[in-house]
């Protein structure tokens, strides 16, 4: 019987320590030089995007493409827990804990860099949870069509891929 145990703990022991991890984002987030390089009134949007990439979403402040606008970028680390390996148990106690970081790029009327906004958090996501929440992000705002439009004003390339890495699958 103790045998049995032992055998157990070292089955848990292994399950816990095994870890998956997902980035999904750019890392040019994280760059501080990036941020630095930036001058008020004078950068474009063509180079926020050259530093930055592809924004994971375009608004707008009023009337396309003659008012403010704030392009949106998000970098995620996703780590599943342990719990989620173990059999029977992963279904109910499974989940992944997530590292953010979201900035916020404002432009004005005229398409020129005039603020940027970081902000970091970590959050815990139970499986169910996460399903649940991210079928109804995918299904209430789809915010590819106002990437690739904005892409095409300013003459940059829109990837498709990177669009449905942030929940877009239907778009593609």
Same mark, same amino acid.
């Given at each position: 019987? %103790?045998?049995? *145990?032992?055998?157990?703990?070292?089955? *848990?022991?292994?399950?816990?320590s095994l &870890?998956?991890?997902?980035?999904?984002?750019?890392?040019? *987030?994280?760059?501080?030089?990036?941020?630095?390089s930036?001058?008020e009134?004078?950068?474009?949007?063509?180079?926020?995007?050259?530093?930055?990439?592809? %924004?994971?979403?375009?608004?707008?402040?009023?009337?396309?493409?003659?008012s403010?606008s704030?392009?949106?970028?998000?970098?995620?680390?996703?780590?599943?827990?342990?719990? &989620?390996?173990? %059999?029977?148990?992963g279904?109910?106690?499974?989940?992944?804990?997530?590292?953010?970081?979201t900035?916020?790029?404002?432009f004005?009327?005229?398409?020129?860099?005039a603020?940027?906004?970081?902000?970091?958090?970590? &959050?815990?996501?139970?499986?169910?949870?996460g399903?649940?929440?991210?079928?109804?992000?995918?299904?209430?705002? %789809?915010?590819?069509?106002?990437?690739?439009?904005?892409?095409?004003?300013?003459?940059?390339?829109?990837?498709?891929?990177?669009?449905?890495?942030?929940?877009?699958?239907?778009?593609?």
């Amino acid at each position: 019987m %103790p045998q049995k *145990l032992v055998r157990l703990l070292v089955i *848990l022991a292994a399950t816990f320590s095994l &870890s998956q991890c997902a980035t999904v984002g750019d890392k040019s *987030l994280e760059d501080f030089g990036n941020y630095v390089s930036l001058k008020e009134g004078q950068t474009t949007k063509g180079e926020v995007y050259e530093r930055f990439g592809q %924004p994971v979403d375009v608004t707008y402040q009023g009337v396309v493409p003659s008012s403010p606008s704030t392009w949106t970028y998000v970098k995620a680390d996703m780590h599943v827990n342990g719990w &989620s390996y173990v %059999p029977y148990v992963g279904v109910l106690a499974g989940g992944a804990s997530e590292e953010n970081m979201t900035a916020w790029f404002s432009f004005d009327a005229k398409g020129k860099y005039a603020a940027v906004k970081t902000v970091k958090d970590t &959050s815990y996501t139970n499986h169910w949870v996460g399903l649940t929440r991210d079928v109804y992000r995918r299904s209430k705002d %789809p915010k590819a069509p106002r990437v690739q439009a904005e892409m095409e004003r300013i003459g940059k390339p829109f990837n498709k891929k990177y669009a449905k890495n942030f929940g877009e699958r239907r778009f593609e």
